[in-house]
């Protein structure tokens, strides 16, 4: 293990931290970021029980839920995507078919009651990284594509669920009136749906992607959950009073999608010198970056969940949320270059102190608290796939942009 500049001065001053044996992370040399990575996703992969005997293929057991089993397989396509190991690839292509549905949307009829717009989108968000990285699919004929499943997620987001009635559009959280959460349009409902329209336009070529995804910004922006001035991305708002208030929490997966929707609309309109989407993916990533990195003078760079995790008030699914700013902001250095120093240097940080974090039980469990120089004493899928995430996404470098259907846009600059 290597203690150096940052890393020792961390380790050394921050009491609590529990630092024994850590994953060690060379931050310039691939095999150690692909072994680190490897350490990490091995430690994950535990957590999955699906295919047991007698398990359902594709879910988590309790007490996670299933829109994060859908997140962790999006994780585990980019692992293959960014270190070329293949050994999971059967496991995560048989779970994501698994909870295709009969209907090919991930509409799973067991799901009722765990099944929102944002939990669908997030399945949907894996089919298109599947699509986007050409990702194995089993050879069984009646398979549907990637690109199948995550087109059909979004024809069922632009029925009837896009409530004109209140509020002059929007998704609501829930589409079940019988969910708690109904009334409420969420940024992450919105935003993930933003963020598929977007890359299903440069994957196709189709404007009428683009068209849906400069509606669902423009929605988002005009109700105020894009703050105009600030580029903060807040929580939501209520249906029942028209959207006339706005939760103004703020929590990461939200800036995440906005980023890199925004930067996927840049790159596909990056000949367009009047196109404002560059401009406002360097503003959303300055709002992220003055929010949730740099918990403490002694932490620069280093990402934090602000809403709750110096209170040690996260739950089961915030422990994850790191995962999605450090994947869609790796990912939008692909869309608009000139982002990449900036990225970079906040993720180099944060995966430098997630390697330290990872010093738990067997030297691959990492904790919440990456600011710590150690182990915090918590541990989870979510740490875990939120410290893969970061230390994977050091290899982008090294890898392809997201590929579009041959014959449609070429957007590449």
């Known amino acids: 293990m290597r203690l150096h500049g940052r890393k020792a001065f961390l380790s050394a001053t921050v009491v609590g931290a529990t630092l024994v044996q850590a994953i060690d992370l060379d931050v310039t040399d691939d095999a150690s970021i692909k072994s680190a ?19 359902e293929p594709g879910l988590l057991p309790t007490p996670y839920y299933w829109w994060e089993a859908g997140a962790m397989w999006g994780g585990m396509v980019e692992y293959w995507h960014y270190t070329g190991d293949d050994s999971y690839n059967d ?77 002059a559009g929007g998704l609501q959280w829930q589409f079940n009136p019988a969910n708690n959460g ?33 509606t669902t910004y423009d929605w988002m922006a005009r109700i105020g959950l894009v703050d105009p001035s600030s580029f903060y991305v ?33 790159n596909i309109n990056s000949g367009n010198e009047s196109s404002p ?47 999605y700013l450090s994947r869609w902001m790796v990912a939008a250095t692909q869309m608009l ?15 430098e102190a997630a390697a330290l974090s990872c010093s738990g039980p067997n030297t691959s469990t990492c904790g919440t608290k990456w600011y710590i120089g150690g182990w915090d004493g918590s541990e989870g899928l979510g740490q875990q796939l939120s410290a893969l995430e970061t230390i994977q996404g050091l290899l982008v470098n090294e890898t392809e942009p997201p590929l579009v259907v041959p014959g449609s846009w070429n957007f590449f600059s």
Not at 37 to 55: C, V
Not at 289 to 318: K, L
């Open 277 to 323: 989407w560059a401009n406002r993916t360097q503003a959303l990533l300055n709002g992220a970056q003055s929010i949730f990195f740099s918990p403490f003078a002694n932490a620069t760079n280093i990402m934090y969940e602000y809403m709750c995790e110096e209170a040690s008030s996260c739950d089961v699914d915030q422990f994850s949320f790191k995962a």
């Open 91 to 167: 496991v995560v292509a048989q779970a994501i078919l698994a909870q295709a549905s009969p209907t090919d949307d991930f509409m799973m009829p067991e799901q009722t009651f765990d099944l929102g717009n944002d939990d669908q989108l997030f399945w949907g968000l894996t089919a298109m990284t599947a699509a986007e990285r050409s990702f194995p699919l089993p050879s069984i004929s009646t398979q549907p594509t990637y690109f199948t499943l995550a087109k059909n997620v979004f024809n069922d987001m632009v029925g009837p669920r896009w409530n004109t009635s209140t509020c």
């Open 182 to 214: 109904f009334y409420y349009k969420s940024s992450i409902a919105n935003g993930a749906f933003f963020q598929l329209a977007a890359r299903l336009a440069r994957y196709t070529g189709n404007s009428t992607y683009a068209d849906w995804a400069e």
């Open 37 to 55: 990575a490897s350490t990490i996703a091995y430690n994950m992969m535990s957590y999955y029980t699906g295919n047991q005997t007698g398990q």
């Open 337 to 351: 270059p000139d982002l990449k120093p900036q990225i970079m240097d906040l993720i180099t940080a944060s995966a």
């Open 234 to 266: 807040y929580d939501g708002t209520d249906d029942t009073i028209n959207c006339t208030q706005i939760n103004h929490a703020q929590w990461s997966y939200n800036a995440a999608t906005m980023i890199i929707g925004s930067a996927v609309m840049a």
